[in-house]
């Protein structure tokens, strides 16, 4: 709110320092998010949120959007199979923060490019499988161990809460999130989000 202020009394004179007050907006953003994390961790029945029937094809589609400018500065292809017939009832806002991190994490292991595979299908008459798959360097295994665990990080300005939040978030609605490398021949890990399926009609 300072910030804005500033602008608005500085008007053309703030110019100058353009780059500098973008920079401190983002590292509040960035700080409004830490703090977020540290509250869903601490307090995460606080968090939940209302209950709608969605199709996860279209989140994953809106949260492509939210991480459009990263893409747009990569050199990242994105392949998409979406087969799923099936609805799930989970709160957006919470599938749609699962799927965003799930995506800038991939976005992020493939720094000179590379191919993101999104997937979307039935997994029984139960459940609706989410697949966020990078060609990035794969997961070591002992990363693997212990990578939804709170805390735990290989981003030089990672909080190590993403995940842990994200499985949180994921096992309150009935799903799992499950992490792997890939086993199809391509170098890569896979991001499985297994959704609870609303009952048939």
């Known amino acids: 709110g300072n910030l804005d202020l500033l602008r608005e009394l500085l008007g053309a004179q703030a ?61 990242i292809a994105v392949q998409r199979t979406f087969s799923a017939t099936r609805a799930v009832a989970i709160n957006r806002q919470e599938l749609q923060q699962v799927l965003v991190n799930l995506l800038v994490n991939a976005i992020h292991v493939m720094p000179d490019g ?29 990363l693997l161990a212990q990578l939804f665990q709170p805390f735990v990080t290989r981003k030089k300005d990672g909080t190590g809460l993403g995940l842990w939040i994200s499985r949180s978030l994921v096992e309150r609605y009935g799903g799992d999130i499950t992490a792997a490398n890939r086993d199809d021949g391509v170098r890569g890990a896979v991001f499985t989000v297994r959704l609870k399926a609303e009952a048939a009609d």
């Open 15 to 75: 110019a100058p320092a353009a780059a500098e007050l973008k920079l401190i907006d983002e590292q509040v953003e960035r700080m409004r998010l830490i703090v977020t994390q540290l509250l869903q961790f601490a307090r995460p029945g606080e968090y939940a949120g209302y209950i709608e029937s969605l199709q996860p094809a279209q989140v994953i589609t809106d949260s492509l959007v939210l991480v459009g400018h990263l893409l747009g500065k990569s050199r």
């Open 114 to 142: 590379g191919t993101l595979t999104l997937g979307v299908h039935d997994a029984g008459d139960d459940a609706v499988r989410v697949v966020v798959a990078d060609t990035g360097p794969g997961l070591d295994p002992g």
